[in-house]
T-cell receptor, first 111, second 114 residues
Framework: GENVEQHPSTLSVQEGDSAVIKCTYS??????FPWYKQELGKRPQLIID?????GEKKDQRIAVTLNKTAKHFSLHITETQPEDSAVYFC??????????FGGGTRLMVKP | EAGVTQFPSHSVIEKGQTVTLRCDPI?????LYWYRRVMGKEIKFLLH????????ESGMPNNRFLAERTGGTYSTLKVQPAELEDSGVYFC????????????FGPGTRLTVT
């Protein structure tokens, strides 16, 4: 089955800096890659997603890139703010509609 | 639009007891999913309903777990009898039939088995 690896597990940045989280997947049939943000005690929230026919997608300060050949995708957050502090999960959609998640990255933005 | 809701938010039970978790998806979403996150690990898929039918239950850990979605609306996940390793956060998610990809998560039920 699909396997998604996510790095780093924790990331600490200074406010205003950029943050990058990387994921790799194993199943070449995966064609949908969402990113979720989970703040403490709250639900995972879909923040951006990308489909396999696109190499990059941007939404204000967040962007996602996808390299299908290398089977990896990344989340980029620019001009980080304290409210970006959360756990971020990447996921891949290998078959049907189920999602396979990475292990999560705890992002801490220091003011 | 109301989001996915789950009940209860927390449940503490003793080993051997039974617990039933409930999920109400976004109105009109035919696809409903259950996931679980055991402490410190990744969110793992349990099963997927399309309306009232189980589309994929490959992630269900064992026969102590029973999921239903009568009438294709809300869903329940029963654990009977509960074991210590069942502790974790159980998430429900839903997606519209026209999309099939974007999944909207509920706040989760934190289950603690003592």
């Amino acid at each position: 089955g699909e396997n998604v690896e996510q790095h780093p597990s924790t990331l600490s940045v200074q406010e205003g800096d950029s943050a990058v989280i990387k994921c790799t997947y194993s199943d070449s049939a995966s064609n949908y890659f969402p990113w979720y943000k989970q703040e403490l005690g709250k639900r995972p929230q879909l923040i951006i997603d990308i489909r396999s026919n696109v190499g990059e997608k941007k939404d204000q300060r967040i962007a996602v890139t996808l390299n299908k050949t290398a089977k990896h995708f990344s989340l980029h957050i620019t001009e980080t703010q304290p409210e970006d502090s959360a756990v971020y999960f990447c996921a891949a959609n290998p078959a049907g509609n189920m999602l396979t998640f990475g292990g999560g990255t705890r992002l801490m933005v220091k003011p | 639009e109301a989001g996915v809701t789950q009940f209860p938010s927390h449940s503490v039970i003793e080993k051997g007891q039974t617990v039933t978790l409930r999920c109400d998806p976004i109105s009109g979403h035919d696809n409903l999913y259950w996931y679980r996150r055991v402490m410190g690990k990744e969110i793992k898929f349990l099963l997927h309903f399309v309306k009232e039918s189980k589309q994929d239950e490959s992630g269900m850990p064992n026969n102590r777990f029973l999921a239903e979605r009568t009438g294709g609306t809300y869903s329940t996940l029963k654990v009977q009898p509960a074991e210590l390793e069942d502790s974790g956060v159980y998430f429900c998610a839903s997606s519209p039939v026209t999309s099939g990809y974007e999944q909207y998560f509920g706040p989760g039920t934190r289950l603690t088995v003592t």
